[in-house]
Nanobody, 121 residues
Framework: QVQLVESGGGLVQAGGSLRLSCAAS????????MGWYRQAPGKQREMVAF???????NYANSVKGRFTISRDNAKNTVYLQMNSLKPEDTAVYYC???????????????WGQGTQVTVSS
């Protein structure tokens, strides 16, 4: 089994910062990619940022220049530093990890429990 535990959400004013963390644990052979999605009520879930092999990163256009994704491979942990937050960033943020479980060769997508980020205007 693979589990993801998220932390770091909260309530901030516009222009503030938060740092999200997501730690993966369990029967992990390797991790191919780690990142974050977000979903606001009544809205589609959207990709926010991902970090992949060779520390390649992808960001949604809406967060480029404001958010930074990073990882600690030894801890199987991904971080999202969120600066210059805007009210439109308000959403539940979900960690997403592409994991190759032990004794397998295929990767599988795992989701964290979600952490609420609320940005007031």
């Amino acid at each position: 089994q693979v589990q993801l535990v998220e932390s770091g959400g909260g309530l901030v004013q516009a222009g503030g910062s938060l740092r999200l963390s997501c730690a993966a644990s369990g029967s992990i052979f390797s991790i191919n990619a780690m990142g974050w999605y977000r979903q606001a009520p009544g809205k589609q879930r959207e990709m926010v940022a991902f970090i992949m092999g060779g520390d390649r990163t992808n960001y949604a256009n809406s967060v480029k220049g404001r958010f930074t994704i990073s990882r600690d491979n030894a801890k199987n942990t991904v971080y999202l530093q969120m600066n210059s937050l805007k009210p439109e960033d308000t959403a539940v943020y979900y960690c997403n990890v592409l994991v190759v479980p032990t004794h397998t060769t295929d990767d599988y997508q795992y989701w964290g429990q979600g952490t609420q980020v609320t940005v007031s205007s």
